[in-house]
T-cell receptor, first 115, second 114 residues
Framework: AQKVTQAQTEISVVEKEDVTLDCVYETRDTTYYLFWYKQPPSGELVFLIRRNSFDEQNEISGRYSWNFQKSTSSFNFTITASQVVDSAVYFCALSLYNQGGKLIFGQGTELSVKP | EAQVTQNPRYLITVTGKKLTVTCSQNMNHEYMSWYRQDPGLGLRQIYYSMNVEVTDKGDVPEGYKVSRKEKRNFPLILESPSPNQTSLYFC?????????????FGPGTRLTVL
């Protein structure tokens, strides 16, 4: 069975701190995709990144970076120098190649960045 | 503008009163799906559709129906809503290209069943 676990339910940091959101996934498939979505207080889902299982290169986009490690089945997300606008719920999700794009979401991590 | 729209955005109803949440996309996507979001559970897929007249159950289909008569529309039907269907609902779509494509989500529909 496929599963995504985000063990951190809530994280609170002070502005400018770095913060890492953990994501651990389970699948026996060799071809899969991993995603991160942001859900700000307004409620919409904002796509942040997609990674396929054959690409273990880490990625950096501005203050955001992602660390994909197949050996530990983890796809962690780090925000550097956090800002109040980063306050949101963040979801990690898994999709399998042969399941038509179905997304399996983690429980979400609520990040609160205080000024 | 490429988008997925949902209506209504907010709905309060009573137990047993049939309702429909509409979903429409303007990107000619083949694949559409519905998810519900509940605290501590993340989002879970209710139903999905690979194309017109092709639908299938997701992980939590009980109490819901869908139809896909046109490519752009994928309504979610609650024939007899119950309080445990109080949730935030998202519609999503993506194209069925050779390479994997991003899913586009609608803005969400917050449903309360009293």
């Amino acid at each position: 069975a496929q599963k995504v676990t985000q063990a951190q339910t809530e994280i609170s940091v002070v502005e400018k701190e770095d913060v890492t959101l953990d994501c651990v996934y389970e699948t026996r498939d060799t071809t899969y995709y991993l995603f991160w979505y942001k859900q700000p207080p307004s409620g919409e889902l904002v796509f942040l990144i997609r990674r396929n299982s054959f690409d273990e290169q880490n990625e950096i986009s501005g203050r955001y970076s992602w660390n994909f490690q197949k050996s530990t089945s983890s796809f962690n997300f780090t925000i550097t120098a956090s800002q109040v606008v980063d306050s949101a719920v963040y979801f990690c999700a898994l999709s399998l190649y042969n399941q038509g794009g179905k997304l399996i979401f983690g429980q979400g991590t609520e990040l609160s960045v205080k000024p | 503008e490429a988008q997925v729209t949902q209506n209504p955005r907010y709905l309060i109803t009573v137990t047993g009163k049939k309702l429909t949440v509409t979903c429409s996309q303007n990107m000619n996507h083949e694949y559409m799906s519905w998810y519900r979001q509940d605290p501590g559970l993340g989002l879970r897929q209710i139903y999905y559709s690979m194309n017109v007249e092709v639908t299938d159950k997701g992980d939590v289909p009980e109490g819901y129906k869908v139809s896909r008569k046109e490519k752009r529309n994928f309504p979610l039907i609650l024939e007899s809503p119950s309080p445990n269907q109080t949730s935030l609902y998202f519609c999503a779509s993506r194209s069925a290209g050779v390479t994997y494509n991003e899913q586009f989500f609608g803005p969400g529909t917050r449903l309360t069943v009293l």
